[in-house]
C-alpha cells in the first residue's frame, strides 16, 4: 500500500481515522467537504498563472510545478518543487486559507512528507517548505523542516501500515476535543 500526506495527517490527528477508514472501510466522504474542493480550484488555478514566476525573493533558481512524486512507503503531488541558491529543494504548497499569525500542524506535516519525497527523487537536501496563504493576498510563509520532522514522518508512515497490515486498532488520540466533530464519533470507543 502507498500512503499520501492525507494518511499521514490522519493519522497524527487520531491514529483511528486508519483503523476505520482503511481496515474497516468506512469512508469519510471528504471529497463534499467545500473547503477541500475549493481548494483543489486554487490550486489549479495558482499553478496556471504561475508558470513563468519565480521566487527571486527567496532565491529560488528553478521551480518545478506539480510534481507527483513517490517512495516505497508514500506518494503525492506537490505544487511547486523549489531549487534554492544554496543547492538545497524545498517544497511549496497553496492552501485557500487566510493566514492568522500561526501554522497549523496539518500543514507543517504534509511539507514535512513532501520534504522526505523530494529527498529521495531528487537526491538534494530539504530543510524548509513555503506555504502560500490565498486568502491573504497570497502570503508566503517560510517552515524549516528538520531530520526529526522528516523522520516522524516515517514513522507514522510504518505505524499506519503496522495498523493496517495487522488489523490493530490504536489508541484514540488524546485530546478530546477531536472527538466533538469527527465522522467516527458515533461509533468510536473512547
Keep these: 500500500m502507498s500512503l499520501t500526506p492525507s494518511h499521514i495527517i490522519e493519522y497524527l490527528y487520531c491514529p483511528r481515522f486508519t483503523y476505520f477508514e482503511y481496515v474497516l472501510?468506512?469512508?469519510?466522504?471528504?471529497?463534499?467537504?467545500?473547503k477541500v474542493m475549493r481548494g483543489r480550484e486554487?490550486?489549479?488555478?495558482?499553478?496556471e498563472r504561475n508558470k513563468e514566476y519565480l521566487r527571486k525573493k527567496i532565491g529560488v533558481q528553478e521551480k518545478h510545478l506539480d510534481q507527483y512524486l513517490t517512495n516505497d512507503l508514500l506518494r503525492g503531488r506537490i505544487d511547486e518543487v523549489l531549487l534554492l541558491s544554496d543547492g538545497s529543494m524545498a517544497p511549496l504548497d497553496y492552501k485557500f486559507a487566510q493566514y492568522k499569525d500561526k501554522v497549523y500542524e496539518t500543514y507543517r506535516s504534509q511539507l514535512f512528507c513532501y520534504a522526505w519525497l523530494i529527498e529521495q527523487n531528487f537526491g538534494k537536501q530539504v530543510n524548509k517548505g513555503f506555504l502560500v496563504y490565498t486568502r491573504s493576498q497570497n502570503k508566503l510563509i517560510e517552515v524549516l523542516i528538520s531530520e526529526a520532522d522528516?523522520?516522524?514522518?516515517?514513522?507514522?508512515?510504518?505505524?499506519?501500515?503496522?495498523?493496517?497490515?495487522?488489523?490493530?486498532?490504536?489508541?484514540?488520540?488524546?485530546?478530546?476535543k477531536r472527538c466533538l466533530d469527527c465522522t467516527y464519533r458515533n461509533i468510536c470507543i473512547k
Excluded: C, M
Design 42 to 47: 486554487i490550486h489549479d488555478q495558482k499553478l
Design 25 to 34: 472501510g468506512i469512508p469519510q466522504y471528504e471529497t463534499k467537504n467545500f
Design 150 to 176: 522528516k523522520e516522524s514522518v516515517k514513522n507514522s508512515a510504518n505505524d499506519i501500515l503496522e495498523i493496517i497490515e495487522k488489523n490493530r486498532f490504536p489508541r484514540a488520540t488524546k485530546y478530546r
